[in-house]
């Protein structure tokens, strides 16, 4: 098969640059190396020829393969080796006036079809063309490292860009294996812009002292199925990275509430605890192994109370089933005895309110997490009010551990962690969708690919329901009072409507 560039160029050959040079090489391209710093070119080179030999020697490529691969591959000297490039991909420091002052030298010197495309990751692709004669030819062309394993690219259309530059680069990406994603030219494109609410909503969560980091943690990988709690996530990518993304982002977008960063992670980094490349983040590292806090004990508890539901309870019929399955002694009276241990199960609300709104005795009133199925998760959250009694709380700890499965006991928070975090995850997928940053569809495929997460966004928010995650957000909003977790139109209308997240007008 023809590759749709026969000739590449790229420009900056550090961690980035030589991973797109391996895609463009094995998509069948002939490929130029061009680097200012004298022997970086050549050293690219060289770690690719290894990267491949090194798949040689697990089987997973063939020796002549290499060899046509390798053959591909050239030192380009000066950029005016790069005249009869057909695509020239740039991947140099991200400063505006560099990518700028480089891609306006090349303009005067490929061809007027040549496909120029940066890799920015935080740059407006708009006012890098905007130094340009031909701005329709510049598009993004957004990587992630390392680059052969991160299999989707983002492809992104300034406001002059080419439609026919944009598909041929859609194309290009298909040749080499990876999914091709299209954003529009928007702060974070869809990758950084939709990750900005698991780290955020988790540091508030810790702000507010609801819960330790390595609680927060254990809830969201053992509830959600996320890989990498928030706080390992962040130990791993450093605060010296993430935390400017952070800054960056949100004043991108004129200080937009969504996007607010934290004062723990500025501290943070102000500090040097960046993570765990320096041995100290969220966690303490020691041989580069986290140090993570040993899990909260099940309380012993001599006399269990009987149990008393809220009616206004989430899920209650399947609370119910589950207390009986753990042999809890369950009051069906209108009221609770007095010595009842007395649980509300609550979507948004913290437990404070709805044990002041419903009247009950606060000092024996529990919370627990019912917005996902039970049997579906491996840990359930209780969260206590400031009133709570010690010996309730744990008697409904004691009783939810009585299976076996993890319990947290967290302090009250409108939304526990989960409902929180997802409900701001899905808000911020579903003003994307709104804003036409992506559609549904990419938004889901390139969170998917880009970070990880169990599952895209809008199938997050479908599993939960997006009149639920609706509730939820409403229901912050009352106890936090803040216009972050106003629901964006999009969540809006589907969730009034109980309509599917993906679902698109006609
Ligand atoms: P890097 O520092 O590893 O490599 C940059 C290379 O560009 C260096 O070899 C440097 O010598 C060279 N260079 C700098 N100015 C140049 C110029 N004017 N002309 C030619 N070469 C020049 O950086 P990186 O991590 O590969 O990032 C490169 C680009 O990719 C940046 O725009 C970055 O924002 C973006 N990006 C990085 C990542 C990542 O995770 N590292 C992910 C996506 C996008």
């Keep these: 098969m023809q590759p749709i560039f026969r000739k590449t160029a790229i420009v900056g050959t550090g961690a980035m640059g030589r991973g797109i040079a391996q895609m463009a090489a094995q998509a069948g391209s002939a490929v130029l190396l061009h680097d200012v710093q004298p022997g970086a070119a050549q050293a690219a080179l060289a770690a690719l020829r290894s990267t491949w030999q090194t798949l040689v020697g697990k089987g997973k490529l063939d020796a002549d393969v290499m060899s046509t691969y390798v053959e591909r591959l050239c030192v380009a000297e000066t950029v005016n080796d790069l005249a009869s490039c057909d695509l020239v991909v740039e991947a140099i420091v991200e400063r505006l006036d560099v990518k700028q002052r480089l891609f306006k030298e090349l303009e005067g010197i490929v061809g007027p079809d040549c496909v120029l495309a940066t890799n920015t990751s935080s740059l407006s692709v708009t006012s890098i063309a905007a130094a340009l004669q031909r701005p329709g030819q510049l598009a993004g062309y957004h990587f992630f490292n390392p680059v052969p394993l991160m299999r989707v690219v983002e492809v992104i ?16 990406t298909r040749q080499f294996g990876h999914t091709p994603v299209s954003a529009q030219d928007t702060p974070g494109f ?14 508030r969560v810790a702000g507010e002292r609801v819960a330790d980091f390595a609680t927060i943690d254990r809830i969201l990988k053992d509830q959600m199925g996320f890989r990498l709690g928030p706080f390992e996530l962040m130990d791993l990518t450093a605060l010296d990275v993430s935390h400017p993304v952070m800054e960056s982002i949100y004043r991108q977008y004129f200080d937009e509430p969504r996007y607010r960063p934290s004062v723990i992670t500025a501290q943070r980094l102000a500090g040097g605890v960046v993570g765990k490349k320096v041995g100290e983040g969220f966690y303490r590292y020691e041989n580069g192994a986290a140090q993570v806090p040993a899990d909260q004990a099940v309380p012993e508890v001599a006399n269990m109370p009987p149990v008393w539901v809220s009616p206004k309870a989430a899920r209650r019929a399947e609370l119910y089933q589950l207390l009986k399955d753990l042999g809890a002694s369950i009051e069906t009276a209108a009221a609770p005895s007095s010595g009842a241990l007395i649980l509300v199960a609550p979507l948004g609300l913290d437990v404070t309110t709805l044990a002041a709104v419903e009247r009950l005795d606060a000092a024996r009133t529990v919370g627990i997490d019912m917005m996902l199925d039970d049997a579906a998760t491996r840990r359930r959250v209780l969260a206590t009010n400031p009133a709570t009694r010690s010996d309730m709380r744990d008697a409904a700890h004691a009783l939810f551990a009585r299976d076996g499965k993890a319990v947290s006991v967290i302090r009250d928070s409108g939304g526990f962690v989960t409902q929180r975090v997802v409900a701001t995850i899905v808000n911020i997928a579903a003003d994307m969708c709104q804003q036409g940053v992506c559609t549904p569809a990419d938004l889901d495929v390139a969170v998917t690919l880009g970070l990880g997460y169990p599952m895209g966004p809008l199938a997050m928010g479908d599993r939960i329901g997006p009149t639920n995650v609706l509730e939820i957000l409403f229901n912050m909003q009352t106890v936090y009072g803040d216009p972050r977790y106003r629901p964006s139109p999009w969540l809006r209308r589907r969730g009034a409507l109980g309509l599917s997240l993906t679902h698109l007008e006609h």
Aim: with cysteine; glycine share 14%; hydrophobic share 35%.
């Design 157 to 172: 259309a300034g406001l002059k860009t080419d439609p026919s530059v944009c598909q041929r680069l859609t194309e290009f």
């Design 190 to 203: 869809i990758v950084n812009h939709a990750g900005r609410g698991y780290g955020t909503e988790a540091l």
